[in-house]
Nanobody
Framework: QVQLVESGGGSVQAGGSLRLSCVIS?????????LGWFRQEPGKEREGVAA???????SYANFVQGRFTISKADAGNTLYLQMDNLQPADTAMYYC?????????????????????WGQGTQVAVSS
């Protein structure tokens, strides 16, 4: 069973930065894996923020606008999301996700297909 554990959330003022981490442990994918970050505000649907596949192909949601950077450790067991110039609209619970990589590259800030595993989430709050 694959487990994803996020950390790094917190409260910052507008313009500040946070770095989210997601440690991936347990189990293994027989094929390649696509990793991503999602976020969700209360009462709203979960939306893709950024994704990266086994080839290193990255995709970001339009609202990121160059402010966030997704990366992963060389061993592939830790996923990161560097978030700069945070704005109040970025306030949400952020989730790490893992799924089998499809033939289609990540797009619109997420991996194509269905998420196999979710983390428990880490809260990000940005004040004006």
């Amino acid at each position: 069973q694959v487990q994803l554990v996020e950390s790094g959330g917190g409260s910052v003022q507008a313009g500040g930065s946070l770095r989210l981490s997601c440690v991936i442990s347990g189990g293994s994918y027989s094929g390649r894996v696509c990793l991503g970050w999602f976020r969700q505000e209360p009462g709203k649907e979960r939306e893709g923020v950024a994704a990266i596949d086994s080839d290193g192909t990255r995709s970001y949601a339009n609202f990121v606008q160059g402010r966030f950077t997704i990366s992963k450790a060389d061993a592939g067991n830790t996923l990161y999301l560097q978030m700069d110039n945070l704005q109040p609209a970025d306030t949400a619970m952020y989730y790490c996700a893992a799924q089998s990589q499809q033939f289609i590259m990540p797009y619109a800030g997420r991996c194509p297909g269905t998420v196999d595993y979710w983390g428990q989430g880490t809260q990000v709050a940005v004040s004006s």
